[in-house]
């Protein structure tokens, strides 16, 4: 005969509890954890891409655009204000004070025509299509 082991689901969510508070907040964090890269979205329209960046809590002046050779560079770096007090966190999942993406762009980009705006949390990086590149349509003569 078999024993069967019985779990009231009362004492499983405590347990669970336990292990997430003794497992998550005790471990100190490595670097990889430290430095997150905001997540970004590429969306490709007949006559531009799209590059959406998710960067919650900046303003548009924390950001730096370059642009050197078909490299597009994002760049953040924010440091807080002198005498401003800074948070103390018991766990941090997303930091944005501090990154840089590169994106190299197809020659097909028109890069004098690039555009961006930052609202609700995302910077949106216009990258239009040069016009040759195009789809057009083509007349037949008579």
Do not use: W
């Not at 303003?59 to 103390?88: C, H, M, W, Y």
């Not at 004098?112 to 995302?122: H, M, N, P």
């Amino acid at each position: 005969m078999s024993t069967v082991k019985y779990y009231h689901p009362s004492l499983r969510f405590n347990s669970l509890l336990n292990n997430f508070f003794q497992q998550d907040f005790s471990r100190p964090l490595n670097g990889e954890q430290l430095q997150r890269l905001p997540k970004v979205n590429i969306l490709e329209q007949e006559a531009y891409f799209l590059l959406e960046l998710a960067a919650p809590g900046l303003s548009k002046a924390d950001f730096n655009l370059s642009l050197d050779k078909n490299q597009l560079t994002i760049k953040v770096e924010k440091t807080p204000a002198e005498g401003e007090d800074t948070p103390r966190y018991t766990r941090r999942e997303f930091n944005y004070q501090q990154f840089s993406r590169q994106f190299h762009l197809p020659d097909t980009i028109d890069v004098e025509a690039i555009g961006a705006q930052y609202e609700k949390g995302i910077l949106l990086v216009k990258l239009p299509k040069k016009e040759a590149v195009l789809p057009r349509q083509i007349e037949i003569a008579e």
